[in-house]
C-alpha cells in the first residue's frame, strides 16, 4: 500500500473549522483514500472515504487535489468530542481489506 | 446494539500463560481482522478471516492464531504469553473490499507480567 505523511498534531478552538491534510504522493489510480479516527481508549472509527471527487457525509467533508496527490479532511465545527488520532490511509481497489495504519495526526481542540 | 464486541476487556496474566480473546459482529460482514496497538500506539494488521479462510497473515509468531467458529466471530487464541505481547487488541468486521468501512470493537487491553 502507497504510503501517506500527515502532521503529527495540531490544534483546534472548539466551534471552529479544522483542516487535517494529508500527503500521498504516490497513490495509484486504484487507490481509495480512507479517513479513521481514534478517540482516547476506544478503538478506530471510520470517518470517510473517496477516490476522486470530494465527499461529504455527516460527519466531515473530504477534499481530494485534482492529481490525488493529497487530500484534506475537513470538520466543519469542531467540538471537544472531536479530539482524537486521525489517520489517512490508501486502500487499493480489490485488496483484501487490510488497514496500514500511519501515525496519523493528534487533534487536540481547545474550549 | 453492540455492533462488535470484545470479552475480556482487560486480561492480566502470566508469562508462558495461554489465553483467549474473544469477537462478535452482529453486522452480517463475512469478513473479520484483528489488530494489534502496542505501548507507543502504532495499530497493526495481524489477521483477517474471510468465510473461515485465513487471507492474510502478516509477520505475527505462530504463537498466536484466530479460529473462527461461524461469520459472525473471530476468536484469537495466544499461547506461551511474552512480555512483548502486552498490548490492546482491536477486533474488526467489514464486508470484502477497499470500498467498505471497518468497524471496530472497544479492544482489549493485555497486561503480560
Known amino acids: 500500500d502507497a504510503k501517506t505523511t500527515q502532521p503529527n498534531s495540531m490544534e483546534s478552538n472548539e466551534e471552529e473549522p479544522v483542516h487535517l491534510p494529508c500527503n500521498h504522493s504516490?497513490?495509484?489510480?486504484?487507490?481509495?483514500i480512507h479517513w479513521y479516527r481514534q478517540l482516547p481508549s476506544q478503538g478506530p472509527e471510520y470517518v470517510i472515504h473517496?477516490?476522486?471527487s470530494n465527499v461529504n457525509n455527516r460527519m466531515a467533508s473530504l477534499a481530494i487535489a485534482e492529481d490525488r496527490k493529497s487530500s484534506t479532511l475537513i470538520l466543519h465545527r469542531a467540538t471537544l468530542r472531536d479530539a482524537a488520532v486521525y489517520y489517512c490511509i490508501l486502500r487499493l481497489r480489490g485488496s483484501q481489506g487490510n488497514l496500514i495504519f500511519g501515525k496519523g495526526t493528534k487533534l487536540s481542540v481547545k474550549p | 446494539d453492540t455492533a462488535v464486541s470484545q470479552t475480556p476487556k482487560y486480561l492480566v496474566t502470566q508469562m508462558g500463560n495461554d489465553k483467549s480473546i474473544k469477537c462478535e459482529q452482529n453486522?452480517?460482514?463475512?469478513?473479520m481482522y484483528w489488530y494489534k496497538q502496542d505501548s507507543k500506539k502504532f495499530l497493526k494488521i495481524m489477521f483477517s478471516?474471510?468465510?473461515?479462510?485465513?487471507?492474510i497473515n502478516e509477520t505475527v509468531p505462530n504463537r498466536f492464531s484466530p479460529k473462527s467458529p461461524d461469520k459472525a466471530h473471530l476468536n484469537l487464541h495466544i499461547n506461551s504469553l511474552e512480555l512483548g505481547d502486552s498490548a490492546v487488541y482491536f477486533c474488526a468486521s467489514s464486508s470484502r473490499g477497499a470500498t467498505y468501512e471497518q468497524y471496530f470493537g472497544p479492544g482489549t487491553r493485555l497486561t503480560v507480567t
Open positions: 453486522l452480517g460482514h463475512d469478513t
Open positions: 473517496g477516490l476522486t
Open positions: 504516490t497513490i495509484s489510480g486504484t487507490d481509495y
Open positions: 478471516y474471510n468465510n473461515k479462510e485465513l487471507i
